[in-house]
């Protein structure tokens, strides 16, 4: 928030009125789910928060899970795929489906992902199926009997040339056939299928071997279409999709959000190597919006596969893995996705609905994700030094070694950041001291650190050199005012509101008091279902983001629950147009 005048309040309105319709969505019907996520400090939006991929668990496993997902601040998790099976047992049948429907599987079934997701709500957890859309299981014998006919794939044999595109695109990947997704028909067939999902609560969609799938630019539709379902999604881009890389990427991140598997393996790769990562992201470096982004630590296909197909972090610490995500998660533009390791190493052992790793709840690994969701829309800057990987946000930092050794370490304060002063590492409770350049402090075990203050940023100002000057009036009036100065004056308001109209942030009813009752005006007020009066307005923009959205509803609920994170919420207006 500026230190605005009342009289911008006009315009704030227009604006707010704009931002509404788009956010609609947030009726009352979903107060619950904002309400339990403000008590695990999740973010309202989903694109904020990190995703847990619960590879190979059941439904009902997750399900029991999501208490300690919710407190180690994982805002979604991800299933694998809820499509028929070819053959239940082995995690790779499930990418083998025999068509565009909810199955049952090792999984579960139905009725089990609709509880999954009703019960990931009153957490504000989203669940993110994985869904198979651009081949089906081999033995076309088995596929759903719409989509048997040859009209609806290609064949053009094997891909042969990983750079040519309309091979990549239109051939096949091993002995799966490849469907023209660029038929309307097909597309219509996918299309239902997300929609049955989203028809039981599903939040998004996480799309297998996307790169296979060409864009609207190389004249197939397919992921234009699939975003009128509104959900939330990413698709799979392993290593380069061919052809002009990041001008594809950049046609696939108008619809989708996308892997960037080269950063993410230069992350691990530089944790294994004890080197620090000197890149602060591969396509984003090449011009890729990097909110359109998700990295990881490890992916199933890095751990699931045989070394020799790629299956190369299977025998990695677990603490390599968590030091690369550390880096990659603490960013408050992309995204970051933390694999449940599989309890077995080989392939052939690896089986669905078994259930993984739970050392997403560690210390380190919830301490990353707590700072990600309490720093929402703050700036953020990538730095390395004295052996560390370090990123910066305007309330703290994340410092990470790269060699994973603990000790002493002093680092930049990249771009002064972080505010000088004293923080206490989440992970090991030790201190860290910031200055304007440095910031000092003991790595524990792990070697990642992270601290952060959740109370609203101020910019350092510099000392003045030259104490103020007063100018005298150069003509100051020697005669009595007369009738004629006595007219009214014009309503421009050039001054900041004055202590009779003073307010507590947060307050949104006006009553003198910050209640859920606020939080749930506010919500109304978004879905345009109560108006807020200018004053309100003002006071219900606690996150400082100029607009009225659902994330100020959220930082009441956390003020109440005495939750870090709140913004501006409790903080009268008089006090907060005394900050420097």
Same mark, same amino acid.
């Given at each position: ?5 009342i ?15 788009g956010?609609v ?10 309400q339990?996520g403000a ?27 999501l208490?300690s ?15 028929q ?44 199926? =994985? ?6 299981? +081999?033995?076309? &014998? *088995?596929?759903?009997? %719409?989509?048997?006919?040859?009209? @609806? !794939? ?13 091979q ?17 028909y ?8 997300l ?5 039981i609560g599903?939040s ?20 234009k ?5 509104g ?41 294994? =190597? ?6 602060? +992201?591969?396509? &984003? *470096?090449?011009?890729? %919006?990097?909110?359109?982004?998700? @990295? !990881? ?20 610490n ?6 690369s ?19 077995a ?19 380190e690994?919830?301490a ?16 390395t ?40 590492d989440?992970v090991?409770?030790n ?17 990642i ?13 510099e ?6 000057t ?18 009214p ?20 009813n ?8 606020d ?28 607009r009225i ?25 008089t ?6």
């Amino acid at each position: 928030m500026t230190k605005r005048i009342i009289g911008l309040l006009l315009c704030v309105s227009i604006i707010i009125s704009c931002f509404v319709f788009g956010a609609v969505h947030s009726s009352a019907a979903e107060s619950s789910k904002q309400q339990t996520g403000a008590d695990y400090g999740l973010p309202s939006d989903i694109n904020d928060g990190n995703i847990l991929h619960c590879f190979n668990w059941k439904y009902n496993d997750i399900k029991n899970s999501l208490k300690s997902i919710a407190e180690a601040g994982f805002k979604a998790v991800q299933t694998s795929p809820a499509q028929q099976p070819d053959t239940d047992g082995k995690w790779y049948w499930l990418y083998m489906p025999k068509g565009f429907y909810v199955g049952s599987s090792n999984l579960g079934n139905k009725n089990e992902l609709k509880a999954l997701c009703t019960e990931a709500k009153k957490y504000g957890i989203n669940v993110i199926v =994985d869904v198979v859309a651009n081949h089906l299981t +081999g033995d076309h &014998s *088995k596929i759903q009997s %719409d989509l048997k006919d040859g009209k @609806y !794939w290609h064949n053009k044999g094997k891909v042969s040339d990983w750079n040519n595109r309309t091979q990549v695109t239109q051939c096949n990947i091993g002995d799966y056939g490849d469907l023209k997704t660029e038929d309307s028909y097909v597309q219509s067939v996918v299309k239902k299928y997300l929609n049955e999902l989203k028809s039981i609560g599903v939040s998004g969609f996480r799309f297998d071997a996307a790169k296979h799938i060409a864009t609207p630019a190389e004249g197939d539709s397919f992921f234009k279409t699939m975003k009128d379902v509104g959900l939330y999604s990413y698709g799979e881009i392993l290593d380069n999709p061919g052809g002009n890389g990041a001008e594809v990427l950049k046609e696939y991140t108008k619809y989708i959000k996308v892997n960037d598997c080269n950063y993410s393996g230069e992350c691990t790769g530089g944790m294994r =190597d004890g080197k620090v990562v000197t890149n602060a +992201g591969h396509w &984003s *470096k090449k011009g890729v %919006d990097s909110t359109k982004l998700i @990295y !990881w630590g490890e992916s199933h296909d890095t751990f699931s596969n045989n070394q020799n197909d790629g299956g190369w972090t299977k025998y990695l610490n677990q603490n390599v893995i968590d030091r690369s995500y550390a880096i990659q998660a603490c960013r408050g533009d992309a995204q970051a996705l933390y694999l449940s390791r599989p309890s077995a190493t080989d392939r052939e052992n690896i089986y669905a609905g078994s259930k993984g790793s739970t050392h997403f709840t560690s210390k380190e690994v919830a301490a990353v994700n707590h700072f990600k969701n309490a720093l929402v829309g703050r700036e953020q800057s990538y730095t390395t030094g004295d052996g560390c990987d370090v990123v910066c946000r305007q309330g703290g930092a994340v410092v990470v070694s790269a060699n994973g050794k603990g000790g002493t370490k002093t680092v930049p304060n990249s771009d002064g950041l972080v505010l000088p002063g004293t923080y206490t590492d989440e992970v090991t409770g030790n201190k860290w001291t910031v200055t304007k350049t440095t910031i000092t402090g003991n790595l524990g075990s792990t070697g990642i650190a992270v601290f952060y203050s959740t109370d609203p940023y101020v910019e350092p100002t510099e000392p003045t050199t030259q104490p103020p000057t007063t100018t005298a009036p150069t003509n100051p009036p020697t005669q009595p005012q007369t009738e004629t100065t006595t007219a009214p004056p014009t309503q421009t308001v050039t001054e900041p509101p004055t202590e009779a109209f003073d307010g507590i942030f947060g307050d949104a009813n006006e009553d003198e008091t910050v209640s859920i009752k606020d939080a749930t005006l506010i919500q109304k007020h978004i879905a345009a279902l109560e108006t807020l009066s200018e004053r309100a307005e003002l006071l219900a923009d606690v996150n400082e983001n100029d607009r009225i959205d659902i994330k100020d509803a959220t930082c009441v609920q956390k003020y109440l629950a005495k939750m870090v994170g709140y913004g501006l919420v409790g903080m009268t207006y008089t006090q907060y147009m005394s900050v420097p």
